[in-house]
C-alpha cells in the first residue's frame, strides 16, 4: 500500500495459490515499488526481516555469483521473486527499505496484517 500524510493514496494485493508466507511478504514488496516512482526518496516499511536482509545484504553477492548461494552453490529460495524484487530496489535507489517489528503498534503495518487475514478467510 502506498501512504501518503496518513493517507491511503493507493492498495494492491495479490495471491498465489500454494503459496508460503515468505513469497508472499516478497510479492507485497514488490508490488510496494511498483507504486513508487524512480526518484521516490522514502522509506518503505516491511515486517520481513528475511526480505530486509536478502535485498540490502545478500542479493548484490547472488547477483555476482550467478544467482547462487556460497562456494556450494545452494539454491535461493523464490529466487523469481527475489531477482524482480531486488531490479526493483535497484531501480528506487532513494527508497530506503526498513525492516520494522510486527505486531507491535505500528498503524500501517497492523492495517497490512488485518488485510492479509481478511483475505485469507475469504479464500479457505
Not at 19 to 33: P, Q, S
Not at 54 to 62: D, H, L, P, Q, V
Amino acid at each position: 500500500m502506498k501512504v501518503i500524510d496518513g493517507q491511503i493514496i493507493e492498495e494492491r494485493h495479490g495471491h498465489e495459490k500454494g503459496t508460503t508466507n515468505n513469497r508472499m511478504e516478497l510479492r507485497g514488496l514488490i508490488e510496494g515499488y511498483r507504486l513508487l516512482r524512480e526518484d521516490a526518496d522514502l522509506l518503505v516499511f516491511t515486517d520481513s526481516e528475511l526480505c530486509v536482509n536478502t535485498i540490502t545484504k545478500w542479493a548484490a553477492a547472488w547477483e555476482r555469483n550467478g544467482w547462487s548461494r556460497g562456494k556450494k552453490h545452494e539454491e535461493i529460495r523464490n529466487l523469481d521473486l527475489v531477482k524482480e524484487l531486488y531490479q526493483l530496489a535497484k531501480c528506487h535507489p532513494r527508497a530506503k527499505l526498513t525492516w520494522i517489528r510486527g505486531h507491535e503498534g505500528s498503524r500501517w503495518n497492523e492495517y497490512a496484517d488485518s488485510l492479509s487475514r481478511a483475505y485469507q478467510r475469504e479464500v479457505s
